[in-house]
């Protein structure tokens, strides 16, 4: 329903046309009926810019940005301060907030949009006009009590060096504007539905970092490095993923799982990359065989994935494989032992979705909560605080700045490109990567290349082309293409290796970790282009 009540709706690196058509022809729906204004922040000319245009063109936005996105939200902040002063929520800011007068102080004085062109690559006209219809859409939602400004954010907007500090800066300016916690309004990051559910809306318990004898934890952008450690790594344990396609520094992830001292176990229903290094492959029952619970990529609902047929030879479904192996090795918490119905029977309680396992079946799904969710109404948030916390000790204590930094990546060094690897159409992370009719609509691996770029660099549309960094080479065929901006190449991620001669894009992905959670900056990797 919160789409439906928005007054201006945002996608922040996120094709929602691409991943998640249901939410994309929602909004496409709603801007139809009702004229809503619409902003799409995003290197890439998406499927969702060209929908939204063909709607109407004159309140469909497009800001073709790399990296620029918190001058973006700053030089709107600064728009809206000085031309429209009366969208500022101070009620909010006062009562829900904390460092709020630092933020408007700094937007104030160093993000006029004219000033921050340079980082925003947005001219300041076009940031102006976008302020004024963000805040007659916040005035709106406030007048009503519902409605405003919705925003939604993808994977493509955190994979950066300072990619959490980009949705931190988003929800600063959510807050400006008084656009948290009521029906129509608000930011949503596309994922996490069953959390959601369970908590009914409510904020989830904050906790102090754990300094006790947690078991620790290891990024996906170490795995590579430490697998080539003995002294890190003795045995490697992999399921439902295919870490040879999808992690970074490929050429030192299989050295490391070509050790011989390296114990390795693979459990998937599939002989995967990753699975042709393995001392031992487990065969897993894929999800047509045993009963378990489904939840939405975005929509607030609980699904039945009911079994289907028995499993196959000897395979059996993980939870399986792993109370027999707690077994074997002694482990007799009870927790390891619970059997899949105790699981459901669990979860469906936690969810408090009204319904039995025997009736969700009947039904197929249901709505996770019998009325809609309204996320933060009660004004209380995840932090020591319990409010926003727009300027953060608790994250200077943790090594981050205070308050987002308007941080832009450094324009790539002299004869190269950034190279952008999102996920593509006809996959699913690496999931059905080896698929024969997926493999021939996906066809041979192409690069996109500005024309501006393919003319300095003498390269032609269909010609074999070369990608170099320090990690790796990798031939494709160039695309030429307006669809990114100048300075950049495109790319689909996910393609299995051992069906595209040995290596795949993430052979040229250096493992950065973004400033928080120690995730994948896999949008920041340069490269040469070259003729082949």
């Known amino acids: 329903a919160d789409i439906e009540m928005a007054d201006m709706i945002n996608f ?7 991943s998640h058509p249901i939410v994309f022809w929602r909004v496409a729906d709603h801007k139809a009926k009702n004229d809503i204004p619409t902003l799409v922040v995003d290197p890439r000319r998406t499927g969702t810019v060209q929908g939204l245009e063909d709607i109407n063109p004159d309140k469909s936005h497009h800001f073709s940005t790399i990296n620029g ?22 009620d909010f800011l006062r009562d829900y907030s904390t460092g709020w007068q630092k933020y408007v102080e700094e937007v104030k004085r160093g993000y006029n949009p004219k000033q921050v062109e340079d980082r925003t690559m947005i001219p300041a006209a076009e940031i102006y006009k976008v302020a004024a219809l963000w805040a007659e859409a916040s005035l709106k939602g406030r007048r009503r009590g ?15 060096l300072h990619g959490q500090n980009n949705t931190v800066s988003l929800i600063n300016l959510m807050a400006l504007t008084g656009n948290i916690g009521k029906p129509g309004s608000g930011f949503y990051y596309l994922n996490g539905s069953a959390g959601i559910i369970a908590r009914k ?16 934890e290891i990024s996906q952008m170490d795995v590579p490095a430490a697998l080539n450690d003995p002294d890190r790594f003795k ?4 399921w439902n993923c295919n870490p040879v396609a999808s992690n970074p520094d490929q050429a030192k992830m299989i050295s490391g799982l070509a050790r011989d001292d390296l114990f390795t176990v693979v459990i998937d229903p599939f002989p995967t990359d990753t699975a042709s290094y393995a001392d031992i492959v487990l065969p897993a029952a894929s999800f047509l065989e045993f009963d378990d619970l489904s939840g939405s990529y975005f929509h607030l609902t609980v699904g039945a994935q009911v079994k289907a047929a028995e499993p196959m030879g000897d395979s059996l479904p993980n939870q399986e494989i792993f109370r027999r192996l707690a077994t074997a090795m002694g482990f007799e918490q009870p927790f390891l032992h619970r059997t899949d119905q105790e699981m459901i029977d669990k979860a469906l309680k936690s969810m408090d979705c009204g319904v039995g396992w025997e009736e969700l079946k009947e039904k197929g799904w249901v709505w996770g909560t019998a009325e809609p969710l309204n996320l933060w109404a009660d004004g209380t948030f995840p932090t020591p605080s319990g409010k926003i916390e727009i300027a953060s000790e608790a994250a ?21 490109l950034r190279l952008l690897s999102p996920a593509g159409k006809w996959l699913m992370n690496s999931s059905y990567g080896n698929d024969p009719r997926i493999q021939e609509l996906l066809g041979e691996p192409t690069v996109a290349i500005h024309p501006d770029d393919a003319g300095n660099l003498g390269i032609t549309d269909g010609q074999r082309v070369t990608l170099t960094n320090a990690a790796a080479s990798l031939e494709m065929t160039a695309m030429v293409s ?3 901006p100048a ?6 991620k996910s393609r299995w290796p051992n069906a595209e001669g040995g290596t795949n894009v993430n052979a040229l992905h250096i493992p950065e970790k973004t400033d928080m959670g120690e995730s994948t900056s896999v949008h920041g990797v340069e490269v040469t282009l070259s003729a082949a």
Do not use: C
């Open 12 to 18: 922040w690196g996120h094709n929602a046309r691409g």
């Open 69 to 90: 996105d918190i001058s973006i939200h700053n030089a709107l902040a600064y728009a809206i301060l000085e031309k429209h002063p009366d969208a500022v929520d101070w």
């Open 146 to 160: 519902r409605g405003g400004v919705l925003s939604f954010w993808g994977l493509g907007y955190n994979q950066h």
């Open 201 to 216: 809306g409510v904020a989830p318990e904050y906790h102090a970092p754990d300094g006790g004898d947690a078991a620790p």
């Open 235 to 238: 045995a490697y344990m992999v």
């Open 396 to 416: 200077r204590a943790d090594g981050h700045p205070l308050a987002p930094l308007p941080t832009v990546d450094d324009h790539p060094s002299e004869g190269h």
């Open 482 to 484: 307006d669809i990114i």
């Open 487 to 492: 300075g950049t190449l495109l790319t689909d």
